[in-house]
């Protein structure tokens, strides 16, 4: 069975750099597309890009200015990195995981337990 | 970007009940709809992909059907675990947006 799992800091100032990692276990990295979610409190789900495991990246346009996303294949991980963040960027992290099917779409199948990161001073 | 409405916001439905939620897209995304469920304090849930094929494991009470713009969740005899908030996604192109969610409450 597929597990992720989220890591990073809780707290960010603004301005500041958010960053996550996700690691993958129970399957390989390889042949699929990892991806960030996030959630502010009492809100609903923000997709924000996804990185292929040989590195090719997909971006949010409205966060696109400000994220970078990463894979380690040899640690079976992925990164999120998102530059100059404000209180609005406060929010449950989920990392991903998406699956290509027949009709040649995407579709999330995997999903980690989530991080609150809140951005503060 | 694809905008996605779902109606109701929030329903009240006692166990045994069946019930529909609609999600609604601004353009047509032929069959690239999914449903996810969440329940408070945890991350999402993938139930159904391609407006109507079950995730592994996912129980045969949940069915999804749809194409074009218009697309609904059935859930054929509610279940106590099924009291949640559940979310349409479509991947039709990028970004992938999600619709606002349909909170099922007990009544």
């Known amino acids: 069975q597929v597990q992720l799992q989220e890591s990073g800091p809780g707290l960010v100032k603004p301005s500041e750099t958010l960053s996550l990692t996700c690691t993958v276990s129970g399957g390989s990295i390889s042949s699929y597309y990892w991806s960030w979610i996030r959630q502010p409190p009492g809100k609903g789900l923000e997709w924000i890009g996804y990185?292929?495991?040989?590195?090719?990246?997909n971006y949010n346009p409205s966060l696109q200015s400000r994220v970078t996303m990463s894979v380690d294949t040899s640690k079976n991980q992925f990164s999120l990195k998102l530059t100059s963040v404000t209180a609005a960027d406060t929010a449950v992290y989920y990392c991903a995981r998406e699956t290509y099917y027949g009709s040649g779409s995407l579709t999330v199948d995997y999903w980690g337990r989530g991080t609150l990161v809140t951005v503060s001073s | 970007d694809i905008q996605m409405t779902q109606s109701p916001s929030s329903l009240s439905a006692s166990v045994g009940d069946r019930i529909t939620i609609t999600c609604r897209a601004s353009q047509g995304i032929s069959t690239y709809l999914a449903w996810f469920q969440q329940k408070p304090g945890k991350a999402p849930q993938s139930l159904i992909y391609?407006?109507?094929s079950l995730q592994s494991g996912v129980p045969s009470r949940f069915s999804g059907s749809g194409s074009g713009t218009d697309f609904t969740l059935t859930i054929s005899s509610l279940q106590p675990e099924d009291f949640a908030t559940y979310y349409c996604?479509?991947?039709?192109?990028?970004?992938?947006?999600f619709g606002g969610g349909t909170k099922v409450e007990i009544k």
């Open positions: 391609a407006a109507s």
């Open positions: 990185v292929y495991y040989s590195g090719t990246t």
């Open positions: 996604q479509h991947y039709h192109d990028f970004p992938p947006t």
